[in-house]
């Protein structure tokens, strides 16, 4: 897997948190390029998927840990 | 030994203000009542647009920030608070006169104009859209992202107004816009007409004219899902403020875009009156009620933040046809 241009830690935070600062830190990145994205809130493990197919970027691997999800987006191309 | 000071305070005879709270609309010093020229007789707006940062939300604004500090939660807080501008706007030049933070969220739809005035007074903007939350959630990303804003982690440095269940948005209608209109119409209004927003115009000025004659009719105005009216709530998408109180509401009218707009545009060149849209869909709705007498409207703010929508509905419309 491609390593991630940048990670965001949203620990703490709840929806729609995570995905509003997803969602701005997506718009940053170049196509091609692979956001880490640390979540706490249950939420996300729906939110961040719908988040993706709406954006029509590509969930390249979602992990559950520990009181955690990590999810590595992968931003689409123009 | 004594000095005497011949210091310029405020007079409001003279209107000279020590500060520009000063010119909050008071009962004794209200917005004006003006007279439409046209449509249905002993029908008048009420200019909420002349009060000091711009729209009818100076007052509700005032009255939050004055609650929040009576009661001690503002006290090295932050402020956080969903607007589609006007209560942002008022809340930032409060907050800026107080020396205090606040972040704005805002729906994706406001006008730039409106965006540009909060960043011009200091304020931080969250622009998101409505359907922020891609699963099952209402249509009320802004209110969404500030409370996730206070209750996450770190949020305790947040207050949130909150606009659409402080009953402090109602007082400050019940206790200046109502009584005003009351006076300003020497008891004779038959009808008043407000936009469903927050609500807290139509509920608190409603309960107070109810209670000084429950025969008054008091009209709730509903844009249509979807709506391009800044300020207006269809409950067909967007939750009820727990504020709103409908034992005080006779009658909802539903005005789509087309007819706001085309009605705005109308008071532009039949009255002078440089409103915004929400105007055009107060005056709308007043044109489709039986006429019972002097009527009241709410005219929540001016047309100069919306500059860029009326272009868009203009097109050439005031060019030369050559």
Same mark, same amino acid.
């Given at each position: 897997?491609?390593?991630?241009?940048?990670?965001?830690?949203?620990?703490?935070?709840?929806?729609?948190?995570?995905?509003?600062?997803?969602?701005?830190?997506?718009?940053?990145?170049?196509?091609?390029?692979?956001?880490? +994205?640390?979540?706490?809130?249950?939420?996300? +493990?729906?939110?961040?998927?719908?988040?993706?197919?709406?954006?029509?970027?590509? +969930?390249?691997?979602?992990?559950?840990?520990?009181?955690?999800?990590?999810?590595?987006?992968?931003?689409?191309?123009? | 030994?004594?000095?005497?000071?011949?210091?310029?305070?405020? @007079?409001?005879?003279?209107?000279?203000?020590?500060?520009?709270?000063?010119?909050?609309? =008071?009962?004794?010093?209200?917005?004006?009542?003006?007279?439409?020229?046209?449509?249905?007789?002993?029908?008048?707006?009420?200019?909420?647009?002349?009060?000091?940062?711009?729209?009818?939300?100076?007052?509700?604004?005032?009255?939050?920030?004055?609650?929040?500090?009576?009661?001690?939660?503002? $006290?090295?807080?932050?402020?956080?608070?969903?607007?589609?501008?006007?209560?942002?706007?008022?809340?930032?030049?409060?907050?800026?006169?107080?020396?205090?933070?606040?972040?704005?969220?805002?729906?994706?739809?406001?006008?730039?104009?409106?965006?540009?005035?909060?960043?011009?007074?200091?304020?931080?903007?969250?622009?998101?859209?409505? &359907?922020?939350?891609? !699963?099952?959630?209402?249509?009320?990303?802004?209110?969404?992202?500030?409370?996730?804003? !206070?209750?996450?982690?770190?949020? $305790?440095?947040?207050?949130?107004?909150?606009?659409?269940?402080?009953?402090?948005?109602?007082?400050?209608?019940?206790?200046?816009?109502?009584?005003?209109?009351?006076?300003?119409?020497?008891?004779?209004?038959?009808?008043?007409?407000?936009?469903?927003?927050?609500?807290?115009?139509?509920?608190?000025?409603?309960?107070?004219?109810?209670?000084?004659?429950?025969?008054?009719?008091? !009209?709730?105005?509903?844009?249509?899902?979807?709506?391009?009216?800044?300020?207006?709530?269809?409950?067909?998408?967007?939750?009820?403020? =727990?504020?709103?109180?409908? $034992?005080?509401?006779?009658?909802?009218?539903?005005?789509? @875009?087309?007819?706001?707009?085309?009605?705005?545009?109308?008071?532009?060149?039949?009255?002078?009156?440089?409103?915004?849209?929400?105007?055009?869909?107060? !005056?709308?709705?007043?044109?489709?009620? &039986?006429?019972?007498?002097?009527?009241?409207?709410?005219?929540? $703010?001016?047309?100069?933040?919306?500059?860029?929508?009326?272009?868009?509905?203009?097109?050439?419309?005031?060019?030369?046809?050559?």
């Amino acid at each position: 897997m491609e390593t991630a241009a940048t990670t965001l830690d949203t620990s703490g935070l709840l929806c729609p948190l995570p995905v509003y600062k997803a969602s701005l830190v997506l718009n940053k990145l170049d196509p091609g390029q692979v956001l880490e +994205l640390i979540c706490t809130d249950p939420g996300s +493990l729906a939110d961040i998927p719908a988040l993706v197919r709406q954006r029509g970027d590509r +969930l390249v691997k979602a992990e559950e840990r520990e009181h955690q999800q990590v999810f590595w987006i992968e931003k689409a191309a123009l | 030994m004594t000095t005497t000071t011949n210091r310029l305070s405020t @007079d409001r005879n003279l209107r000279r203000y020590d500060d520009i709270r000063d010119l909050l609309p =008071t009962r004794h010093d209200p917005t004006p009542l003006v007279r439409l020229r046209h449509g249905t007789p002993d029908t008048f707006l009420k200019l909420e647009w002349f009060s000091p940062f711009g729209s009818i939300k100076d007052r509700a604004a005032a009255y939050l920030l004055d609650g929040l500090a009576e009661r001690g939660e503002l $006290d090295g807080k932050e402020l956080v608070e969903a607007t589609s501008g006007n209560t942002g706007i008022a809340l930032a030049a409060l907050a800026a006169l107080a020396g205090v933070k606040l972040t704005v969220t805002i729906p994706d739809g406001v006008p730039e104009e409106k965006k540009t005035l909060l960043r011009m007074l200091g304020a931080e903007v969250w622009e998101t859209p409505d &359907d922020l939350c891609p !699963v099952d959630h209402p249509k009320d990303g802004a209110i969404a992202l500030a409370r996730s804003l !206070v209750n996450s982690a770190g949020g $305790d440095r947040y207050v949130m107004p909150g606009q659409y269940d402080n009953p402090d948005n109602v007082r400050a209608h019940y206790e200046t816009t109502g009584p005003e209109i009351w006076a300003q119409t020497e008891g004779r209004i038959r009808t008043f007409v407000a936009g469903f927003g927050t609500t807290g115009t139509i509920t608190g000025v409603g309960r107070f004219l109810k209670e000084q004659d429950p025969t008054i009719r008091i !009209v709730g105005v509903e844009p249509n899902p979807g709506h391009r009216l800044p300020g207006l709530k269809s409950f067909q998408e967007a939750k009820q403020p =727990t504020i709103l109180d409908w $034992d005080v509401i006779d009658e909802v009218v539903r005005i789509d @875009d087309e007819t706001a707009y085309a009605r705005t545009l109308r008071l532009y060149r039949e009255e002078a009156l440089i409103v915004g849209p929400s105007t055009g869909a107060v !005056v709308a709705a007043i044109d489709r009620l &039986d006429p019972n007498g002097v009527t009241v409207g709410i005219s929540p $703010d001016s047309g100069l933040k919306y500059l860029s929508y009326f272009a868009d509905m203009l097109g050439d419309d005031g060019t030369p046809t050559i």
